[in-house]
Every structure is written in structure tokens, then in C-alpha cells.
């Protein structure tokens, strides 16, 4: 113990009496004591710039040490007495406990990653750089209840800026969580808090949300340059991602997984939703979901077992259409359906073998009182073309059903038609949000 702990405790305290006395006016130095000869011996502690190699004749100017010294453990008693030996210890614990409220020990270098997750998610130095570079582009959004209790917290994604006059405004899509509940805006609406990279925090201001897409648009007033991320055309089955978080603290938050080979059509009209084999991180409602290119491609939704993810094309769509007509136009055709492709492969060869048919949307379930329903149309029916429309994702069939509610917002009219390939002619109502 002795030779574990007997080190020199300064070599710059000046020359002492005693041992003892060294040890407690370096530590009246450490703890901020109100020696004045000690303080001013430390500020005019100087320490030489290294010279020129093979020049030890020429210096640079001395320039004050900034940081206070290190601690040192004092030497053990050499008269191994037990009166001494314990006041030795108290002056360890003393030490120690002063050590460890160094702040030194937050720096990153110092510390151990908060999230192990993170760590396992994100392994190699391209996928780190990867990381890092959308992680400039998400923040943390925090809400405060009129009454002053903590409510949600999610991920937002920067999506563009714009000056008007004297401020820079900032547009960020996020989950609709943070201001809803059950589909229902929250009156009053809490106070929106903002998190950026740098640990700045703005008040956000709230400007639109979905409930069906699950999706709101937040502003903040930043004279910060922040920037869009990457912009891909979507996730693929298959395709691995990540899901980006920035979390209360603002950390950054990330985990790994791919795209889900899964269709779910249990709910109507949400079927356009895909899915990770992984969860979202803390904070991961609204994260970008991110390809291993640094495309975002869609954003992530807490969901068991599963995170879910919603298509960045469809939520560029419903921001161009809020833009431009402050709304949002979505159809309302009454259907849950699955594609063909997704069918066990001993299916699809008998429907192929005795139905000719290789591709199109099979219907899972249907409105009551529906359009759909009102046609004969019948769980288990295959619709083998919407417009021609037959290879479609379901992703994918969202986002050409979505593109109606811009002939539906151009032209004013209440309906759509959709065509089916077997004639069937489906009048399209939408909801405007």
C-alpha cells in the first residue's frame, strides 16, 4: 500500500519544515484556502515553452500554467505509527475526494461512452464519419406542460433555413408526439425547447402536424449555420441503416439494423409503414434513419419489437405540399393491402399457375361503409393495378396516392378516381389536413 500510494506530492510547493506542512498548504492550494502566499505562488508559476532541439541555449518566453496541479497521494508515514497512519489515510480520502470532482474528468477524453449501444451500433472509422456527418444536421426537441412538468422527448431533423428581414429561421420536421395526443393537438401547447450540436438551446415554434404520417414542423430563430442533411429517395428491404438520436443531455444516439422483409396492413390507410430490426435509441421518435452512405431515407418511430419508419420521400412531399397550399391532401380509399411480392412463394405460383396473375396489391382488409366496400370489394380480392401502377412497395404506393392530393388541392375537387386494371373505377376522398 505504501509503495502504491508513496509518490511526491509537488514538486513546485517550495521548501516546507516538514513533511506535514508541505502536505497541507499544497492542500489548502488545491482546495482554493485562503493562503494568499500559496495563491500568489501559484500564479506566478512559470514554465518554459521547449526549445529548438539541439539548442538548449534559446527558450520561448514562459508563459503561465493555466490548470491547477495534479493530485499526488502523500508519502506513508515513515514512523508507522498508528496515530500517524491515520491521519495519512484521511489525507488520501481528502485527496481523492477532491480528485474526483475535477472537472477535467467530464471531457470526452476522459470519460466512457453514455450509451453502449451506441458504441456496438457504430464500429468502423468510415461508419463514424459517416455518423458524424448527419449528426450536425438532428436535434433534440423537449417539451415543458403549462404547469412546468417535463412531457416528451424527440429527434428532429433540420430541413432547410431561409432570412427574412434580421433573422435566419430554421425548418424542422419531427414526430408528432412532441406537441399531440391520440391525434389531438394539445391545448395549451407546451413550450418547445430546441437542442442544437453545440449544447445551445432555442425556443421552437410550432407551425403543422400529421397524425397520419405521424409527422410535425417545428422553427427556431438561429443565426447558427445549420445545415440539410443528405436527402435519399428511400429505405430498401433489405438495405442496412442506422437510427440517429440526440437525446436529453444532447448527446448523440445511434443504432444499427436493416430493413425488415415485413409488410403490416392490420391498420388502414398505415400500411405504408416499414420496418428495423432494431429498436429506435433514447429520444429516437423522429430520428433520421440513415443508409451507409449518409443518405437520410426515412425518419424512425418507437414501435415493439421493431422501430418503424416512414419514407423521407413521403415526408418531403408532405412539407413541399404544406408549403405550398398549407395543408396536406392524403387519400382516403378505405383498403389495407399487401403486395404480391410478399406472398409465400408457394402461393404466388398458384395464383400465377391459375389466375395469370404475377404481380399487383392483395387487399387485406376493407372499410365498413367504404367506397371500397360499396364496389364488392372483398378481403383476399387482388387488385392487380392502381393507374397502371403494379410493381409498387407499399412505400411506394403511398407516395403515387399522396401525389393525387396535388390534382385534389390544384383543382378543388372533393374526389379522385382511381382506376383498376379489371375496370373498376374507385372514387377517392381525401382528408385535408
Same mark, same amino acid.
Given at each position: 500500500m505504501a509503495d502504491a500510494l508513496e509518490t511526491k506530492l509537488s514538486d513546485d510547493l517550495g521548501p516546507a519544515p516538514s513533511k506535514r506542512m508541505k502536505?497541507?498548504?499544497?492542500?489548502?492550494? $488545491?482546495?482554493?484556502? *485562503? %493562503? @494568499?502566499?500559496?495563491?500568489?505562488?501559484?500564479?506566478?508559476?512559470?514554465?518554459?515553452?521547449?526549445?529548438?532541439?539541439?539548442? *538548449? *541555449?534559446?527558450?520561448?518566453?514562459?508563459?503561465? !500554467?493555466? @490548470?491547477?496541479?495534479?493530485?499526488?497521494?502523500?508519502?506513508? #508515514?515513515? @514512523?508507522?505509527?498508528?496515530?500517524?497512519?491515520?491521519?495519512?489515510?484521511?489525507?488520501?480520502?481528502? !485527496?481523492?475526494?477532491?480528485?474526483?470532482?475535477?472537472?477535467?474528468?467530464?471531457?470526452? +477524453?476522459?470519460?466512457? #461512452?453514455?450509451? #453502449?449501444? @451506441?458504441?456496438?451500433?457504430? $464500429?468502423?472509422?468510415?461508419?463514424?464519419?459517416?455518423?458524424?456527418?448527419?449528426?450536425?444536421?438532428?436535434?433534440? !426537441?423537449?417539451? +415543458?406542460?403549462h404547469d412546468g412538468s417535463m412531457g416528451s422527448q424527440c429527434t428532429g431533423i433540420i430541413m432547410g433555413q431561409w432570412e427574412s428581414k434580421e433573422k435566419q429561421h430554421t425548418l424542422i420536421v419531427t414526430c408528432s408526439k412532441i406537441i399531440s395526443s391520440g391525434g389531438t393537438l394539445l391545448d395549451p401547447l407546451p413550450k418547445l425547447s430546441v437542442g442544437l450540436p453545440n449544447k445551445t438551446i432555442l425556443d421552437g415554434q410550432f407551425l403543422f402536424f400529421d397524425d397520419h404520417y405521424d409527422i410535425a414542423l417545428l422553427e427556431i430563430d438561429a443565426d447558427l449555420p445549420l445545415q440539410r442533411p443528405s436527402i435519399g429517395s428511400g429505405p430498401e428491404y433489405g438495405q442496412e441503416v442506422f437510427i440517429l438520436a440526440r437525446d436529453s443531455g444532447l448527446s448523440l444516439r445511434a443504432?444499427?439494423?436493416?430493413?425488415?422483409?415485413?409488410?403490416?396492413?392490420?391498420?388502414?390507410d398505415r400500411s405504408y409503414q416499414m420496418f428495423v430490426s432494431c429498436e429506435a435509441p433514447v429520444a429516437g421518435n423522429g430520428g433520421p434513419v440513415i443508409d451507409h452512405d449518409g443518405n437520410v431515407t426515412g425518419m424512425a418511430f418507437y414501435s415493439r419489437p421493431n422501430a418503424a419508419v416512414l419514407s423521407i420521400s413521403t415526408i418531403m412531399t408532405c412539407i413541399e405540399m404544406w408549403m405550398k397550399f398549407s395543408r396536406i391532401a392524403r387519400p382516403i380509399h378505405g383498403l389495407g393491402v399487401r403486395t404480391f411480392e410478399f406472398l409465400d412463394v408457394s402461393l404466388q405460383e398458384e395464383i400465377s399457375v391459375d389466375h395469370g396473375i404475377d404481380t399487383g396489391f392483395i387487399v387485406h382488409t376493407v372499410s365498413d361503409y367504404s367506397a371500397a366496400e360499396s364496389l364488392g370489394i372483398l378481403p383476399g380480392d387482388v387488385i392487380v393495378s =392502381?393507374?397502371?401502377?403494379?410493381? $409498387?412497395?407499399? #412505400?411506394?404506393?403511398?407516395?403515387?396516392?399522396?401525389?393525387?392530393?396535388? +390534382? =385534389?388541392?390544384? %383543382?378543388?375537387?372533393? +374526389?379522385?378516381?382511381?382506376?383498376?386494371?379489371? *375496370?373498376?373505377? $374507385?372514387p377517392v376522398q381525401f382528408c385535408d389536413a
Amino acid at each position: 500500500m505504501a509503495d502504491a500510494l508513496e509518490t511526491k506530492l509537488s514538486d513546485d510547493l517550495g521548501p516546507a519544515p516538514s513533511k506535514r506542512m508541505k502536505i497541507e498548504a499544497a492542500a489548502e492550494e $488545491l482546495v482554493g484556502g *485562503s %493562503n @494568499t502566499g500559496t495563491e500568489e505562488a501559484a500564479q506566478q508559476r512559470m514554465t518554459p515553452a521547449a526549445a529548438a532541439v539541439g539548442d *538548449s *541555449s534559446s527558450a520561448s518566453p514562459a508563459v503561465p !500554467i493555466s @490548470t491547477p496541479p495534479r493530485l499526488h497521494a502523500p508519502p506513508f #508515514p515513515e @514512523t508507522g505509527k498508528p496515530k500517524d497512519i491515520r491521519k495519512w489515510r484521511n489525507e488520501c480520502k481528502r !485527496i481523492c475526494e477532491i480528485a474526483a470532482k475535477d472537472p477535467r474528468l467530464e471531457l470526452p +477524453t476522459q470519460r466512457e #461512452p453514455k450509451d #453502449p449501444g @451506441t458504441t456496438d451500433a457504430v $464500429l468502423t472509422s468510415r461508419e463514424k464519419v459517416v455518423v458524424r456527418g448527419v449528426a450536425r444536421s438532428i436535434v433534440n !426537441i423537449s417539451s +415543458t406542460t403549462h404547469d412546468g412538468s417535463m412531457g416528451s422527448q424527440c429527434t428532429g431533423i433540420i430541413m432547410g433555413q431561409w432570412e427574412s428581414k434580421e433573422k435566419q429561421h430554421t425548418l424542422i420536421v419531427t414526430c408528432s408526439k412532441i406537441i399531440s395526443s391520440g391525434g389531438t393537438l394539445l391545448d395549451p401547447l407546451p413550450k418547445l425547447s430546441v437542442g442544437l450540436p453545440n449544447k445551445t438551446i432555442l425556443d421552437g415554434q410550432f407551425l403543422f402536424f400529421d397524425d397520419h404520417y405521424d409527422i410535425a414542423l417545428l422553427e427556431i430563430d438561429a443565426d447558427l449555420p445549420l445545415q440539410r442533411p443528405s436527402i435519399g429517395s428511400g429505405p430498401e428491404y433489405g438495405q442496412e441503416v442506422f437510427i440517429l438520436a440526440r437525446d436529453s443531455g444532447l448527446s448523440l444516439r445511434a443504432r444499427h439494423g436493416e430493413i425488415l422483409w415485413l409488410e403490416e396492413s392490420d391498420f388502414i390507410d398505415r400500411s405504408y409503414q416499414m420496418f428495423v430490426s432494431c429498436e429506435a435509441p433514447v429520444a429516437g421518435n423522429g430520428g433520421p434513419v440513415i443508409d451507409h452512405d449518409g443518405n437520410v431515407t426515412g425518419m424512425a418511430f418507437y414501435s415493439r419489437p421493431n422501430a418503424a419508419v416512414l419514407s423521407i420521400s413521403t415526408i418531403m412531399t408532405c412539407i413541399e405540399m404544406w408549403m405550398k397550399f398549407s395543408r396536406i391532401a392524403r387519400p382516403i380509399h378505405g383498403l389495407g393491402v399487401r403486395t404480391f411480392e410478399f406472398l409465400d412463394v408457394s402461393l404466388q405460383e398458384e395464383i400465377s399457375v391459375d389466375h395469370g396473375i404475377d404481380t399487383g396489391f392483395i387487399v387485406h382488409t376493407v372499410s365498413d361503409y367504404s367506397a371500397a366496400e360499396s364496389l364488392g370489394i372483398l378481403p383476399g380480392d387482388v387488385i392487380v393495378s =392502381f393507374d397502371d401502377q403494379h410493381t $409498387l412497395s407499399l #412505400p411506394q404506393l403511398e407516395d403515387y396516392l399522396l401525389s393525387l392530393g396535388w +390534382t =385534389f388541392l390544384n %383543382n378543388s375537387s372533393s +374526389t379522385v378516381d382511381l382506376k383498376s386494371k379489371r *375496370s373498376i373505377t $374507385l372514387p377517392v376522398q381525401f382528408c385535408d389536413a
